[in-house]
């Protein structure tokens, strides 16, 4: 049902910090290997071994130069996946029913069976986080590993989605974003954790945390211009360059 | 946006289609027999093969009877049972004027209402994405309204309402584009509130996730022939709108001017669509090195 719930037991989401990704790209690789065997139809490509290969992902990852009057450039990695928001519009526009937001853990899915391909819900998502299968010709998404965090026949360290745990870096955590005691919920209160595109009125669980502030260089004071040599040196100089 | 040609002509047929069928529940004209036979045929053509159209564009056709279920959110699926209710109300009032000569005017009113409001469904999938600020205004619904509306008085033989409506339409098109090039300029969304860089300075993209194409950038981040925007803005307007409503307003009404009239509608209206997609850029091309205007 495409209405969306008016709250949810919990805000499960992820919390990614773009201090410390190194853009690897692992969490890429690792959710396209998860979500090949696993939950829906296997995560298609096109023309994967041709001249113009592409295929479906489900996150994906840029990098940004930011620069500034006062500090110095950085280059940020920016991991993008769905946000499991909270007024997702993404799941209003589904004619079908197919996408839908689970009240129990506020996870946005898509239930393949009923999708039938219009890609309504991929405009409608300011993210770009909705890509169509190339072969199933249904709607792929993030689904936070549904059929990982729950499953007991996974031992309890796995029970987190696929990129989380196989971020090298620890950039990745996942959690419940709507209990304000959980281990993400203070993280973002402790590192200022932001929404992205706040006035699209989407209201993202996931959250970013910023880089932190990085050292500048300290203003040293400028070298003494070096000047005509006098003395011995200077006469040696001289004496050279006439040469 | 990708300018996918099935969905410029699905909507440019569907709101002919419509507008025509509105004007024949309305009893503006009032045809019997082989002569509502036509008039009624064309408008179901032109609906309802938009609509079939539209179907097998989709992924999974064969799963199209679920888009009826989520009218509560969805405009497409209103859309859908706007249409399927516009073209069954419709049905016994076009049989009652074609074998009967008895046309049923209570079936006629209220199929009218509901092709109107098929059409205003249709722009409405539109203009409520927010995502894609320049359709997210209400001239968006205004153009597809004003565009039916014209068509059809136009193809049911209304010349001079037509002439009337093809201006109003020339104003809403106006309207349209000035309002989208202020939205897209005066966007809040930007490459800084995109990825939250913005209170660190000044954010440019990089290097993109990956170097081919993917569904985003192709459906999404459409670049290709904005730089003729300028000239097909032009024929969209004059043949779209401005000729047909001089020509309907000086010439003597005749099957001559209706026809070079709906000509250039044509022509006008298929540009005007194209524009309506290639022009719109959707938020997410801030993520792909798109800079905020």
Request: glycine letters at 10%.
């Amino acid at each position: 049902m495409t209405d969306l719930p008016e709250t949810t037991d919990k805000k499960l989401g992820l919390v990614i910090d773009l201090d410390i990704c190194v853009g690897c790209h692992a969490c890429v690789t690792s959710c396209k290997e998860w979500n090949s065997q696993g939950y829906g139809a296997p995560l298609a490509d096109a023309d994967a071994y041709g001249p113009a290969p592409e295929g479906a992902f489900l996150n994906r990852v840029h990098s940004f130069e930011v620069t500034s009057e006062d500090g110095p450039p950085q280059l940020v990695h920016f991991p993008r996946s769905c946000l499991h928001c909270e007024d997702a519009p993404c799941v209003t526009v589904c004619p079908t029913g197919a996408s839908h937001k689970r009240a129990e853990d506020g996870i946005v899915l898509v239930e393949e069976s009923m999708c039938i391909g219009c890609g309504l819900c991929a405009w409608a998502c300011p993210y770009g986080a909705r890509e169509m299968d190339p072969a199933e010709q249904v709607m792929k998404k993030c689904t936070l590993c549904v059929d990982r965090i729950y499953n007991e026949n996974l031992p309890p360290e796995d029970r987190e989605p696929s990129c989380v745990r196989a971020c090298p870096t620890g950039a990745r955590h996942f959690g419940d974003l709507g209990d304000a005691s959980s281990a993400v919920s203070q993280l973002v209160a402790a590192r200022d954790g932001f929404d992205l595109m706040p006035e699209q009125g989407t209201k993202p669980v996931n959250k970013y945390l910023p880089p932190r502030e990085r050292d500048r260089a300290t203003a040293a004071p400028a070298l003494e211009p070096v000047g005509e040599a006098g003395g011995f040196l200077g006469w040696l100089d001289r004496a050279l360059s006439r040469l | 946006m990708h300018p996918a040609g099935s969905l410029i002509i699905f909507t440019v047929l569907s709101g002919l289609g419509f507008g025509l069928l509105a004007f024949l529940g309305a009893g503006v004209v009032l045809p019997l027999g082989w002569e509502a036979f036509v008039w009624f045929a064309a408008g179901y053509a032109l609906a309802g093969g938009g609509l079939l159209a539209s179907v097998f564009h989709l992924g999974h056709p064969e799963r199209a009877l679920l888009a009826f279920t989520q009218w509560r959110t969805s405009w497409l699926s209103r859309e859908a049972v706007l249409a399927v209710a516009a073209l069954g109300m419709m049905a016994p009032y076009a049989a009652g004027s074609v074998f009967f000569a008895q046309p049923l005017p209570v079936f006629g009113a209220i199929a009218a209402v509901l092709c109107l409001a098929t059409v205003i469904a249709t722009s409405m999938i539109y203009a409520t994405i927010r995502a894609v600020p320049r359709w997210h205004h209400w001239t968006t619904p205004a153009v597809f309204l004003a565009a039916a509306l014209a068509g059809g008085a136009l193809l049911a033989g209304q010349l001079r309402l037509a002439g009337g409506l093809f201006a109003v339409l020339a104003v809403a098109l106006a309207l349209h584009w000035q309002a989208g090039d202020r939205r897209w300029r005066d966007a809040e969304s930007t490459p800084g509130s995109a990825t939250g860089l913005g209170r660190i300075g000044r954010v440019r993209l990089f290097e993109r996730p990956h170097t081919g194409a993917n569904y985003i950038t192709r459906e999404m981040v459409h670049v290709v022939g904005r730089r003729h925007s300028a000239k097909l803005r032009l024929i969209a307007l004059v043949g779209g709108a401005v000729l047909p409503a001089m020509l309907l307003a000086l010439m003597p009404a005749s099957l001559l001017a209706a026809g070079a009239a709906l000509g250039l509608h044509l022509v006008g209206i298929l540009a005007a669509r194209w524009l309506f997609f290639a022009e719109a850029e959707h938020v997410v091309g801030l993520y792909y090195g798109r800079a905020a205007a």
